[in-house]
Structures are given as C-alpha cells and as structure tokens.
C-alpha cells in the first residue's frame, strides 16, 4: 500500500532549512521546499535526546560526566525499532562531536542565564513564508555596563548538510530578527548563536545584518511563489490536509 503524505496548504520552512537552502544547488532546493510541503506525517524528530540533553548541559544541569553517562547509556541499548536504534546512534556522534564544539569569547563576561525555550514558539514571517525559528534556549541578562541582555541559542544537526558560511550567518541573522520580534526588546548580536554540531561551529549574528536579512526575504519570496506549484511527488498516496 502507497504510504500517505501530508499537505501544507500554508508555505512554511524551518529556520535551519532556510539558512540550507540559500546556499544549495538547485536540485536541494527544489527537494527541500518539497520536503517540507509534504511531510511525511507522523514522522518523529531525529536527535531528540542528544537536543535534550544538550540543552540540560548548557543551562547547567547537566555537566561534561554528565554528559558522557548519557552517551553510555545510549549505547547500552539493545532493543527499539530500526529507527530509534539509527536515532540513537545518531545521538551518541551528536554528542560526542558537542564536546568538539568551540566555545566563542564573545559575551562569556555577560552575566547571563541560559534557559530552555517554549515548545511552540511564535514564527517570523518573510516575504510571505512562516519560518519556525524555535531556539532551543533563550538568554537574559546584563552585560559588564548593565545593559540588558536579549539572545537565543538555536541548534542544527546534520551530518550532510552543514551550513557553512553562507547559511550560518543566514541563520543567525534570521534569530537575531526573531529575538527582536519575540521578547520585546533590541537583541544582543553576540548572544544569537546558531549551533553547528557536527561541524563543530558557532555562528554569531554577523554586522551588516540589513543586507543579509533581505536576502533571506528574497529567498522566502521566492520559496512562498513556488509553493503552490509543486505537484504531489510521484506514486504518493491518498493526500492528508497538515
């Protein structure tokens, strides 16, 4: 039987997505943008306990043994399905490639605190596209003049597709908007990073953020006009209203 697919009448992308597709070929694109028209439905988030426990270590719950125990107790695990066996595999390289990851100086004086963000978050919306920013952690503070402090901390995992120099400003551009947009307040540049994890990367809202945020405007228009022209994909079944 020819599994169904869903259909997002409203076009609508995540925030890593975006930052992907503004620096890939053609082809990526076009399969992207399908992608996320067409969900495969009931399709569960990859990296779920490695994005957990990673956002338990950086508001401090969890420190570096701490983190380390996880990993063994992942890989004591014997039984699940295919695709929890492969997801926690998965977790145990995202993990491991975390304690990789370069800590930047910029801001580490701040007096911040780190905390895990909502579950559904509002979007923001460029040129006609719903972008789900959603941070895995919000930050708040003063810095070393007692100015407030407004960030966020989004993750990305991927093995294939980092984001590179292209999307990595992209992104951090596009949260730093977001943080502006959302909790009320001017955003701290340095404090809205964009996480590569395999790459072992730390993106910073970059400066000449107006130029960059155009782009990823034009990039939404023109991932909002093609939309409603992708077709069901091929030998799709029965067709579910997302």
Partial sequence: MTPPVMQRSTPRLSLTKLAEYLGATPRRRRRIVADQKFPRPFAAARYGRARAALVEHLTGALDEAGLVQQV??????????PWQLQDDLGCIEAMLAWLEVPVPSAGCRDDVTLRAAAQAPPRLVLGGLEV???????????????QAVRGAVKLYFSKH???????????ATALHAWVGAVLNGEPTARWCRVVDVFAGQVWLAPPHRARRL?????AAEEIAQRWPLL?????????LAA
């Fill in 214 to 218: 155009a782009n990823l405007e034009l």
């Fill in 132 to 146: 789900s920013v959603a941070p895995e952690l919000l930050v708040g503070g003063k810095d070393r003049q007692g």
């Fill in 161 to 171: 597709h980092p984001l590179g120099p292209v999307g990595g400003p992209a992104a």
């Fill in 72 to 81: 063994t107790a992942i890989s004591a695990r014997e039984d699940g399905t």
């Fill in 231 to 239: 077709p069901v994909p091929e030998g799709a079944g029965v067709v």
